[in-house]
């Protein structure tokens, strides 16, 4: 297995995903916490970091039990402090080395770079640059702007690299850990799904003993997937509840709370679709409609997790992107757009311990580790909705009618996606009701009725979006459903924006 130290680089975690798509087993520790215990780990991997190393707060870790006896991998921060600390100069550089840059020069007849050629995009993010090499430094690759822009430490397995091989944008960084981790380290590639599971359920085992877990379900991938996991290891001491706001999607609270029952989870349904919507009642602002569906949300689990006895630990389905984001919307510098509620929603008074068990991973990493524990690929598979559900579907103001023919309107969408097996190829798919009305004809009647919105969209992890190209024949069947069947209805359009500028949700 893998170590990285995290230097509090913003791709830490992306780069033990790329470890895990080798499926190769890692694990993060903070710099400044090696674990004692090295024997076990065959590879070393150095994130970047936010700081300098010329600065005064400048990250020293003591990798003496680590130098020259394992295979390390410094990425950024991890060259810069491999350079800086050991007879090497770094200094403030003065070209920009932001962003896309080509390998100008590869050295040849390496095992590091295998299969990667001159030429190959990598991804800069420094502003000091290694002027030189520390002490048994080889150089192995440049950039047009950076000299040392790779460099391995001879008698040692030591390679440091200045550029990120853990985004994306560098086109052969999955190549480039694969050389490392395989070809150099010799790590066993035995990270599979059903590893993560027995792994998880054993830590929780440990963790959880014989506490009781409240969990809240939504029908999601997240939630559902972390109770399977916690049922695994602490079964009927799990304790899920399983809200309906009113503000699902048609039968969708009698249908998933049927499903969850028959995955053998200790479920509890609490309807409390009057409880919301009254509060909901006259209600038209967005964040409002938000900030009072996520505390009622709050009102109506506290009162069901009080009548569990003893109960010690709240488990959530976040997982890694929400983390992230949640950052970034509290106190980062990105202005908060919408208040997503899901993460940092316990309230004080109620004092439990959090566990997390998806913290770590990303949206299809869990799809896999669902699919390994044999969890229905139709939950699996689910597109994301939003916790405040309909709500934000419905422009202005909310009424029960309102909710009722969005929910018709919704449910004919959906439906249709999935027969003509277009389900699976888009990534989120809604109707918005908006607040207008338009004239229409119906036989020879003049009608003055409401307008929906169908809204489908591609992307990896919502944050940028796509809207998708359906077939024109879908979307005259789909129109030709919604406003046939769907009383109060006489105008169906299609969102063609992409996001940004306008976002998934029109609320
Ligand atoms: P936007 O509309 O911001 O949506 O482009 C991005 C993703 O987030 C979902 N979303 C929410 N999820 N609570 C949630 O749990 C919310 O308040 C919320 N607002 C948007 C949206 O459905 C999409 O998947």
Known sequence: KVLILDFGSQYTQLIARRVRELNIYSEIYPYNKIPDQLESYNAVILSGSPVSVRSDEALHPDLSNIRGKKPILAVCYGAQYLAHFSGGEVSESNTREYGRANLAYIKEEEDFFENIHKGSQVWMSHSDTIKQLPEGGVLLAS????????????????????????????????????????????????????????????????????????????????????????????????????????????????DVLHQYEGMGLNVKGVDASARFLDALAGKSEPEEKRKIIGRVFIEVFDDEAHSIQDVKWLAQGTIYPDVIESVSATGGPSATIKSHHNVGGLPDFMKLKVVEPLKSLFKDEVRRVGASMNMD???????????????????????????????????????????????????????????????????????????????????????????????????????????????????????????????????
């Open 377 to 507: 690929s139709q939950l699996l598979g689910r597109h994301p909705f939003p916790g405040p559900g309909l709500a934000i579907r419905i422009l202005g103001d909310l009424t029960r009618e309102k909710v009722r023919i969005l929910q018709e309107v919704d449910a004919i969408f959906i439906n249709n996606l999935k027969s003509w097996n277009l389900y699976d190829k888009v990534w989120q798919a809604g109707a918005m009701l908006l607040p207008v009305n338009s004239v229409g004809v119906m036989g020879d009647e003049r009608t003055y009725e409401k307008c929906v919105a169908l809204r489908a969209v591609e992307s990896t992890d919502g944050m940028t979006a796509d809207w998708v190209n359906l077939p024109y024949e879908f979307l005259q069947k789909t129109s030709n459903e919604i406003i046939n069947r769907v009383k109060g209805v006489n105008r169906v359009v299609y969102d063609i924006s992409s996001k940004p500028p306008a976002t998934i949700e029109w609320e």
């Open 143 to 254: 950039t047009e702007d950076v000299e040392n822009a790779a460099f391995k430490i001879e008698n040692e397995q030591t390679y440091a690299i200045q550029f990120h091989p853990e985004v994306y944008h560098s086109t052969d960084g999955h190549q480039l850990l694969h050389n490392f981790l395989i070809k150099i380290a010799r790590v066993n590639q035995d990270w599979t799904p059903q590893s993560f599971v027995e792994e998880t359920v054993d830590d929780l085992k440990a963790k959880l003993g014989n506490d009781k877990v409240v969990l809240g379900l939504s029908g999601g991938v997240d939630s559902s997937v972390a109770a399977m996991l916690l049922h695994k290891a602490i079964g009927k001491n799990l304790y899920c509840i399983f809200v309906n706001n009113g503000l699902l999607r048609k039968n969708e609270f009698e």
